[in-house]
């Protein structure tokens, strides 16, 4: 939603601030194994409790190497989405065999996020980094929220899922002795996104799951997790 700001400028329109989101992204899941990053979100823009749009694109490829993924507001992301393309264009037109890796994007968009807060013009969304940092040689996981505060993890849940499932993940975590193999990080994250599903109600079961290895990154878009509402009947008064 758009308003106008106290304070008109001579000979132009009034400034605008969004006050608040409209459109938006819910749940985001990240988790970090031995040699990547499995990343999920499910692909349902929400017009407040209405599932207005059951399609949308809420994963990046920025290039090889770079995952970006994001809660809150759509449109945001949108003008968030057209300033990294920018970034990865000149980048690539510089040719210079040099590629910006996720800590490169990470640093990126806590400045562009700290700097939209500073003016009062924040973005309304909490953005999640994700790739294979080729520098360190390790998967690399960042998080930075609407105030431009930033932090690394090797597991994130953002939105209500943050609430929800982010213990459940971290318990399943606890049982596997080191970083957890692609296989077992998968496993974690489908049982996450079926409890997510389950109770979320802004949750729709349509995924996209990427996944980021040195080996480059991929998106799998429109997957469907298979469920059984036969547990609602364990819940009383349900029927």
Do not use: C
Not at 101 to 114: A, K, Q, V
Request: proline letters at 3%.
């Amino acid at each position: 939603m758009l308003a106008s700001a106290y304070s008109v400028h001579s000979g132009m329109e009034p400034s605008t601030r969004t006050l608040s989101p409209s459109v938006t992204g819910g749940s985001i899941l990240g988790i970090m194994f031995d040699g990547g990053v499995l990343l999920a979100g499910d692909r349902l823009g929400a017009y407040g409790g209405l599932h207005r749009f059951r399609d949308i694109d809420r994963i990046l490829k920025v290039n090889e190497n770079v995952l970006i993924t994001y809660t809150g507001d759509v449109a945001d992301f949108q003008y968030i989405e057209e300033i990294l393309e920018d970034e990865q264009r000149e980048n690539d037109m510089r040719n210079d065999g040099y590629e910006l890796g996720p800590s490169e994007y990470f640093n990126l968009m806590g400045r562009i996020m700290y700097n939209r807060r500073s003016k009062g013009n924040p973005l309304w969304n909490r953005i999640v980094v994700a790739g294979y940092d080729k520098a360190t040689d390790k998967p690399f996981m960042g998080q930075i929220d609407s105030k431009g505060t930033v932090f690394e993890s090797h597991l994130i849940g953002t939105g209500f899922g943050g609430f929800l499932v982010h213990p459940l993940m971290e318990r399943e975590l606890e049982k596997i002795e080191g970083r957890p193999t692609k296989q077992q990080a998968t496993e974690i994250l489908e049982r996450a996104l079926k409890v997510l599903y389950y109770r979320d109600k802004t949750t729709y079961n349509k995924w996209s799951i990427g996944t980021t290895e040195k080996t480059g990154s991929t998106i799998e878009a429109s997957r469907e997790l298979a469920t059984n509402w036969e547990i609602a009947k364990l819940i009383v008064g349900y029927e």
